[in-house]
């Protein structure tokens, strides 16, 4: 069954706004992770967070985890034309099960 | 060096036909993947090695059948091919001992006419 599964399913925003996305998981994790894929290529791992962790930064990404509602948001602020691809967030049991993404669009 | 690579990276052909995808991690990870990205983005894995050995194995057709010569390589050979299968597909690998982060090749995209 389908573990991970982003809220919204598109977002498109003006460059130097933040984007927020989230994440929704169905069972109990170890720790919660986050995907970019830009058009045509492979997913890229962006951030990791472990259960016991509520909020973790790397660079322009924030991440926070609510094992309690079993929710994650990403936060990428002042965002690029760059940042434009889809995210997934991803609970990695044996099969590290993705959901179908958040396609942003940064429009410049 | 890429880390994990596949190809070839498109493949276009015929209903009935078969086909192969090859995929190399030179990352020296103990498990490789199989994933599948139909239109809607949706990835759903297919199959996973584990030092050549499969231990997953989701509900998938009969026709797909991985091999793992050793723990660097997965292929994929698709027999019979059907206009649903046409999809990327994208190899995998990571070292479950460590964080889980799962490395991806480019993905390779069918096409089946």
């Known amino acids: 069954s389908q573990q991970g599964e982003e809220d919204p399913q598109a977002l498109s925003i003006q460059e130097g706004e933040n984007a927020t996305m989230n994440c929704s998981y169905k069972?109990?994790?170890?720790?919660l992770q986050w995907y970019r894929q830009n058009s045509g290529r492979g997913l890229v791992h962006l951030i990791l967070i472990r259960s016991n962790e509520r909020e973790k930064h790397s660079g322009r990404l924030r991440v926070t985890l609510d094992t309690s509602k079993k929710s994650s948001s990403l936060l990428i602020t002042a965002s690029r034309a760059a940042d434009t691809a889809s995210y997934f967030c991803?609970?990695?049991?044996?099969?590290?099960?993705f959901g179908t993404g958040t396609r942003l669009t940064i429009i410049p | 060096d890429t880390a994990v690579s596949q190809t070839p990276k498109y493949l276009v052909t015929q209903m009935g036909n078969d086909k192969s995808i090859k995929c190399e991690q030179n990352?020296?990870?103990?498990?490789m993947y199989w994933y599948k990205q139909d239109s809607k983005k949706f990835l759903k894995i297919m199959f996973s090695y584990n030092n050549k050995e499969l231990i997953i194995n989701e509900t998938v057709p009969n026709r797909f059948s991985p091999k793992s010569p050793d723990k660097a390589h997965l292929n994929l050979h698709i027999n019979s091919l059907e206009l649903g299968d046409s999809a990327v597909y994208f190899c995998?690998?990571?070292?479950?001992?460590?964080?889980?982060?799962?490395?991806f090749g480019e993905g390779s995209r069918l096409t089946v006419l």
């Open positions: 990352l020296g990870h103990d498990t």
């Open positions: 995998a690998s990571r070292d479950l001992g460590h964080t889980g982060e799962l490395f």
């Open positions: 069972t109990s994790i170890n720790n």
């Open positions: 991803a609970t990695p049991h044996e099969k590290l099960t």
